[in-house]
């Protein structure tokens, strides 16, 4: 029934007692860096001071600003040769946020992943084809690592290629499969331009879908494409990566691994805690880290708890799936991007001019981001290749930038809207995005 029952199903005391002393433990390591080194000694608090966990609530919050403004060491807590790995996130102009670990930090997030991947009902008989990202994205080795540490045959199949995947299903019979939900209609897709269904030609039994937010519409759709049951996952890089939040077999809300996150949800105007079952702004503070802990972490994130316990005897309490963010960042292909991003490309192009409008929509099943500028007129009169050749030059920036490739139109000056006050720049028409 459980990965860990000691810890899936201890009591609210028990779980109160544990989060206090591994919080006095935090601290211990936080105070090691310069950032919170700094913090605890203006608060006048020392590791061990902690008797009642909401004490927490004395700490200020930190952000992903924080982050940057002290990259790359700043919330370092041990020397360099302990470090065993690092990841970074997407998302951001100026510097990235990157998070460091070392082995006691891999090793907890690798059972946090066994965890949650037993939880939604995948065994070591599992044979489990990652069709996501390797590399500083936490999507690919988060799960590798929880999948070997399950004990199941794992297939580190990496993104796209979709003949390539369905002929890995094929040969090695995959019965689970992870990949962020927008790619999955491409997928099926793919499946269906070969004459399959994924039903009669493979044994697929589960999908894990995370990394992007979806609605309860889109995976009953998945679900139906594929003849599966998919689960839906969360994480983020700065708490980790995949592991931190996940769907046990009922479906209904997704564990948060109360053992190793402290979980509030605050308001996001007033920034007080908020009782279950409100919606606000999700704050973690991990509590099983040494290497690089965060206390407070705003992630930006719109969700509540879920009032009550779960069939599953699980005790740690459950989020709702994630309607929205608190700030204008968007997921397009799992990619986490800015506006500001872009328009940051776009300046840096003499030729464009400062009117721009971001279009996501849903085209052929696939999420897209159609970028509209604004270029002199001029351009409409004379060859239309320098016009094509312009548009793969801003195609590609924007992609180096943002890692998601957009599809680039370039349109006559005075053509978009002209907006009064602050600019729309994000329209968002996809189908099943949030
Ligand atoms: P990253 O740090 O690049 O892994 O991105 C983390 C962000 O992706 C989170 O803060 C969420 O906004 C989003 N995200 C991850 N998993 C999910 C999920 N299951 N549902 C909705 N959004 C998600
Ligand atoms: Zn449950």
């Not at 000691?6 to 105070?31: G, M, V």
């Not at 982050?67 to 919330?75: A, I, K, M, S, T």
């Not at 740690?316 to 986490?336: A, L, Q, V």
Request: glycine share 8%; aromatic share 8%; net charge neutral.
């Amino acid at each position: 029934m459980y990965w860990e029952k000691n810890y899936e199903t201890l009591s609210k005391n028990e779980l109160t007692d544990l989060q206090i002393d591994r919080f006095n433990t935090t601290l211990k390591y936080a105070a090691q860096s310069s950032f919170y080194g700094n913090l605890l000694q203006k608060l006048g608090i020392s590791p061990g001071d902690i008797s009642d966990i909401r004490q927490i609530q004395d700490f200020p919050f930190t952000t992903k600003q924080d982050l940057r403004n002290n990259f790359p060491y700043g919330f370092l807590t041990l020397p360099k040769k302990e470090l065993i790995r690092l990841h970074s996130s997407s998302g951001t102009t100026g510097n990235p946020t990157v998070i460091f670990h070392n082995r006691h930090d891999i090793d907890s997030w690798a059972n946090l992943m066994a965890r949650s991947l037993y939880c939604a009902g995948i065994r070591e008989t599992d044979v489990f084809q990652n069709i996501c990202g390797y590399g500083l994205f936490t999507g690919g080795l988060g799960f590798q690592y929880g999948i070997e540490k399950l004990g199941a045959l794992s297939i580190p199949a990496g993104a796209g290629n979709s003949l390539r995947q369905i002929k890995l299903m094929q040969d090695y019979g995959t019965t689970v499969a992870h990949a962020i939900p927008s790619y999955l209609g491409r997928l099926h897709e793919v499946f269906e331009m070969h004459g399959l269904t994924p039903q009669k030609d493979t044994l697929l039994r589960t999908l894990v879908i995370g990394a992007e937010p979806h609605t309860e519409e889109q995976r009953k759709r998945i679900e139906d494409l594929f003849g599966v049951k998919a689960y839906n996952s969360f994480g983020l890089s700065e708490m980790n990566g995949p592991g931190v939040a996940f769907e046990c077999i009922y479906q209904n809300g997704l564990h948060i691994w109360e053992d190793a996150y402290y979980v509030e949800i605050v308001d996001p105007d007033t920034l007080q805690p908020l009782p279950d079952g409100e919606y606000g702004e999700l704050v973690m503070t991990t509590l099983n880290r040494q290497a690089m802990p965060l206390i407070r972490y705003r992630t930006r994130d719109i969700t509540r708890i879920i009032p009550g316990k779960c069939k599953c005897g699980r005790t740690h309490r459950r989020i709702d799936r994630i309607t929205g963010r608190t700030d204008d960042m968007f997921i397009i292909k799992g990619c986490n991007i800015f506006p500001m991003q872009i328009e940051g490309i776009l300046l840096k192009i003499p030729e464009v001019g400062s009117n721009y409008l971001i279009n996501l929509e849903t085209i052929n099943d696939v999420d897209e981001m159609v970028v509209s500028v604004e270029v002199k007129k001029e351009w409409f009169k004379g060859d239309i290749h320098k016009l094509d050749l312009l548009t793969k030059q801003i195609t590609s920036m924007i992609r180096d930038e943002v890692l998601a490739k957009p599809i680039v139109k370039l349109v006559e000056m005075g053509s978009l809207p002209q907006q009064e006050g602050k600019a729309v720049r994000v329209l968002d028409n996809r189908k099943n995005g949030i």
